[in-house]
């Protein structure tokens, strides 16, 4: 398909296992954005890249917590360490970012993140 | 720090109605105002986008305004559908570098047939 795709869609960890999430933007998107969505609340912002370069980690709740994309497409969200408050859903999505202004930003369907 | 607050939480209505989701944000320095659809266990789906020089924007039977000096944004939708039936959630993107979104909590909207 087109879309913002995500792996695994469910991941069940053990506290203190290390995990890592993976995004495939839609082709072409320049910005690529990860967000952690509680139960019952909004998502709410982690990071973002442009191109390969991360602009914005100001969401990142710990140092434990760890995004790249490399090459400018595929993206990973690594979380070390991981802690019972780590689940959630983790969104990734994707935009033409600078190419074109004021266009939406495309969701994935998420990772489901369980820590037992 | 900017906040975005949507009403009502939760909604119910009949099949057929007219109905109208409001959200409210703090800091009126906004680049643009996205509403988006969430069905249970998905993704985000973009409904709306409306430019900061924008008063709304229509899409089919959804109509979406913006009041930016007051901090407001409300969504119509007309004739409700049972597949209508979903979470909506109201975006901001503050003006500067980050292209990041402030998100509200949503409203649950159940369409009844």
């Known amino acids: 398909g087109a879309g913002v795709s995500q792996s695994p869609r469910y991941k069940v960890a053990k506290r203190g296992q290390d995990v890592a999430l993976r995004c495939d933007p839609i082709?072409?998107?320049?910005?690529l954005f990860w967000y952690q969505q509680a139960l019952g609340q909004g998502p709410e912002f982690l990071t973002y890249?442009?191109?390969?370069?991360?602009?914005?980690k100001s969401g990142l709740p710990s140092d434990r917590f760890f995004a790249e994309r490399p090459e400018g497409s595929v993206s990973t969200l690594k979380i070390q360490r991981t802690q019972q408050e780590d689940s959630a859903v983790y969104l990734c999505?994707?935009?033409?970012?600078?190419?074109?202004?004021?266009?939406?930003?495309?969701f994935g369907d998420g990772t489901r993140l369980s820590i037992l | 720090k900017q906040e975005v607050t949507q009403i009502p939480a939760a909604l119910s209505v009949p099949e057929g109605e007219n109905l109208v989701l409001n959200c409210s944000f703090t800091?009126?320095?906004?680049?643009?105002l996205q509403w988006f659809r969430q069905d249970p266990g998905k993704g985000l789906t973009s409904l709306l986008l409306?430019?900061?020089?924008?008063r709304e924007q229509t899409s089919g039977r959804l109509n979406a305004s913006l009041d930016k000096s007051s901090g407001r944004s409300t969504l119509y939708i007309a004739a409700s559908q049972p597949g209508d039936s979903a979470t909506y959630l109201c975006?901001?993107?503050?003006?500067?570098?980050?292209?990041?979104?402030?998100f509200g909590k949503g409203t649950k909207l159940t369409v009844n047939p």
């Open positions: 999505a994707s935009s033409l970012g600078i190419l074109v202004r004021n266009q939406p930003q495309h």
């Open positions: 082709s072409g998107h320049v910005s």
């Open positions: 890249f442009q191109n390969e370069a991360q602009l914005d």
């Open positions: 800091d009126s320095a906004i680049y643009n």
């Open positions: 409306i430019q900061s020089s924008q």
């Open positions: 975006a901001v993107r503050a003006q500067g570098g980050s292209e990041k979104l402030v």
